[in-house]
């Protein structure tokens, strides 16, 4: 009954719909598109969702990270989707991961599809190596002021015939240049309705699709593998730790994550909110699992910061 | 050589004349880094910044978004 008026189209059917009951889907990052794609993919009736993010609820993602509400602020964005997915529908299983996607942890990701909703290109670079070496198609997304686009890799080409002289630190973020919830819902919305055609067995677009959604426009672009392609030919600086790192600048907000040891929240002698997951005071949120988010000015200020709070 | 180009972001096309005739040249002329681009050639195809430009054709200029 729950998918009757899914099941009623013609492309998807009851066949389709146990395809997506038996699929497993990651979707990395839970911030605008994450959320959002995660809430079309547990309503579409996806069997098991791994949902991965390493960053809390702020007042200001409430304006395009639609799942969150007013009672998540201060609250780890995995836990409180988890919570909310399980109120939508509780026949999905749903694993909620607190972490920053890393070399050394990225083997979580056992799936059938994983959905790109990072904000980062490093964390795309990762997810391009481990998702080409072990055969796993993935779905990139994007979204900045007005514009988004969606691109599907399933082994003819991959981010890295694309995107390899990418400079991260010159490219716009949603805190220099803003971003519109109704871009976040259209790339969301195009991001899922692709991966249900992957799951379902339909044909697929094999384009990177553009959007502008202040002139409605779809632009679509092909794609071609580059044989000189890194990844490609099977060599993966990053799942090998030679490229990534332990600090990084949160996207577009003053705020830089450190990585250090794991170590007991309730022994740090510092004011906050404590939670299972962190303790979150004006400058700090610092997790249990040693990741650090801190008010700095620069990767050094960050660094001397984690050394004089919280330690080596 | 001159060069017909659509700036994605700006949703405008201007004409560019270049040196050169690669894709890196109009980057240049435009002052635009290529490390915030991916261009498309007139086929709608997306090329790297060496491939090579003919007279009058077009190309598009395509920011990468990063944001999520």
Known sequence: MRYSRQELFDKIGKEGQNLLKKSKVAVIGLGATGSSSA????RAGIGELILIDRDVVELDNLQRQALYNEDDVGNVKAEAIKNHLGKINSEV???????????????????????????NIETRNLLNEYCHKNRIPWIYSGVIGDNG??????????????????????????????????????????QVNEAIKLLTKQDYSNEMLYFNISNNKLEKYKVKKNNKCKVCNSIYDYLDGKKGNDIVKMCGRGVYQVKGRKFDLTKLRLEGKLTKYCLINKDFTIFNDGRAFIKASSEEKAKSLYSKFIGN | MKIKVYLEEKDK???????????????DKLNIDSGIVIIANKDNELVTNDYILEEDEGIKIIPVISGG
């Open chain 1, 93 to 119: 299983k749903v694993r909620a991961l607190v972490m920053d996607l890393d070399y050394k942890n990225i083997n979580e990701i056992k799936a059938d599809l994983v959905l790109d909703c990072t904000d």
């Open chain 1, 149 to 190: 686009l969606v691109l599907n890799f399933t082994g003819d080409y991959c981010f890295n015939c694309v995107f390899d002289n990418i400079k991260p630190e010159l490219l716009g973020t949603c805190d220099t240049r803003g971003v519109l919830n109704t871009i976040v819902k259209v790339i969301s919305g195009i």
């Open chain 1, 39 to 42: 809430e079309l993919l547990a």
């Open chain 2, 13 to 27: 096309e201007e004409f560019v004349e270049i040196d050169g005739f690669k894709v890196k040249d109009v980057l």
